[in-house]
């Protein structure tokens, strides 16, 4: 148990990394707690309209009400790809440890 959870109601969703956690509120925003030494945290969004949200072990992902898949956190292995550059449209997203994925639609991945 750490000392820096929200204590708070109001979690739709949450997702594990190595050292830190990431949830999703019913309002739509994100909260990130847990470790930040190598940068697990870092980029948090502070705004509402996420879906989902998915952790590596030390980056995040946030999909966004519009399809807009968001990253965050450490960047040290690359898992925070610039693409898909404000693309709309996907529908799900999914982390490993350094990876992520998001899906277009029920027949094509992005990873």
Do not use: M, Y
């Amino acid at each position: 148990q750490r000392n820096d959870a929200p204590t708070s109601d109001g979690f739709v969703a949450i997702a594990c990394g190595a050292e830190h956690a990431t949830a999703l509120r019913n309002d739509g925003t994100v909260v990130t707690w847990g470790r930040t030494s190598d940068g697990q945290r870092n980029d948090a969004p502070t705004c509402a309209g996420f879906l989902a949200v998915a952790c590596g072990d030390h980056h995040n992902v946030a999909l966004r009400d519009d399809g807009i898949v968001v990253t965050f956190g450490s960047n040290i292995e690359r898992q925070r790809r610039t693409k898909p550059n404000d693309e709309a449209g996907f529908l799900a997203i999914a982390c490993g440890g350094a990876h992520s994925a998001a899906l277009v639609d029920a027949e094509s991945l992005d990873t």
